[in-house]
C-alpha cells in the first residue's frame, strides 16, 4: 500500500485559516480525521469534501492532481489536535497518512 | 447512537496471541464494515483489516501472515486475533464502524475506546 505523506506539523492563530495537505494518493475520495489527545480519531470529511453531521463548516476538503487538503477556516484553540488523511488503495485496503500536529498559537 | 465497546489483553509476551473483542450497541450490524486500527504510543493509525457482516474480511498485507478478523453476528460482535507478538506491536488497538454511505462505505466513522496492548518480556 502507497503511503500518504502530510506535514508533521502546521500552525496558526486564532481565526486565521491553515491548510493541511496530503500527498500521494490517486484517489478522489480522500478523508480526514480529527484526533485530540488519548481520544479515538473522529471524522471530520469523506468522500473528499463531505462532512459528517454535526462537523463544523470551518472544515473543508479538496484535491487537486495527486494532493488532497484540509482546510481549516476561522481557527480555534479547540482545532489544535492531530489530523490525519486515509484514502482507499487499489488493493482494497485503506491507508492513513502519518498525521499533522496542529498547534494554534 | 452506535457505540462500540472493546475488550482484551492488555499486557502480553513476545509470541503470544494478541485477542480482542468488539461489541457494536445500538443500530444494525448487518451491511456495515467492522475495522480494527492500531497506533503505536506517540505515532499515527495503521489500518489492520476489516470484516463485513457475511465474514468477507482484507488484512493489510504487511500483516496478513498473521492476522485474523472473524464476526459472531448473533452476539454483535467481531474480534482480532495477531499471533507471534513482538514490541513492535505494542499499540492502542481500535475497533471500528465503516460510514456505511457514499464512496467511503468501509471507512471506519464509529470508533471504539481503544485498548492499550503493551508487549513486554
Known amino acids: 500500500q502507497s503511503a500518504l505523506t502530510q506535514p508533521a506539523s502546521v500552525s496558526g492563530s486564532p481565526g486565521q485559516s491553515i491548510t493541511i495537505s496530503c500527498t500521494g494518493t490517486s484517489s478522489d475520495y480522500v478523508s480526514w480525521y480529527q484526533q485530540h489527545p488519548g481520544k479515538a480519531p473522529k471524522l471530520m470529511i469523506y468522500d473528499g469534501s463531505k462532512r459528517p453531521s454535526g462537523v463544523s463548516n470551518r472544515f473543508s476538503g479538496s484535491k487537486s492532481g495527486n494532493t488532497a487538503s484540509l482546510t481549516i477556516s476561522g481557527l480555534q484553540a479547540e482545532d489544535e489536535a492531530d489530523y490525519y488523511c486515509?484514502?482507499?488503495?487499489?488493493?482494497?485496503?485503506?491507508?492513513f497518512g502519518g498525521g499533522s500536529n496542529l498547534t494554534v498559537l | 447512537q452506535v457505540q462500540l465497546q472493546q475488550w482484551g489483553a492488555g499486557l502480553l509476551k513476545p509470541s503470544e496471541t494478541l485477542s480482542l473483542t468488539c461489541a457494536v450497541y445500538?443500530?444494525?450490524?448487518?451491511?456495515?464494515?467492522w475495522s480494527w486500527i492500531r497506533q503505536p504510543p506517540g505515532k499515527g493509525l495503521e489500518w489492520i483489516g476489516e470484516?463485513?457482516?457475511?465474514?468477507?474480511?482484507t488484512y493489510k498485507s504487511s500483516l496478513k501472515s498473521r492476522v485474523t478478523i472473524s464476526v459472531d453476528t448473533s452476539k454483535n460482535q467481531f474480534s482480532l486475533r495477531l499471533t507471534s507478538v513482538t514490541a513492535a506491536d505494542t499499540a492502542v488497538y481500535y475497533c471500528?464502524?465503516?460510514?456505511?454511505?457514499?464512496?467511503?462505505?468501509?471507512?471506519?466513522?464509529?470508533w471504539g475506546q481503544g485498548t492499550l496492548v503493551t508487549v513486554s518480556s
Open positions: 486515509c484514502s482507499y488503495t487499489s488493493s482494497s485496503t485503506w491507508v
Open positions: 470484516i463485513n457482516h457475511s465474514g468477507s474480511t
Open positions: 445500538g443500530g444494525s450490524f448487518s451491511g456495515y464494515y
Open positions: 471500528a464502524r465503516g460510514l456505511g454511505r457514499g464512496y467511503s462505505y468501509g471507512l471506519p466513522y464509529y
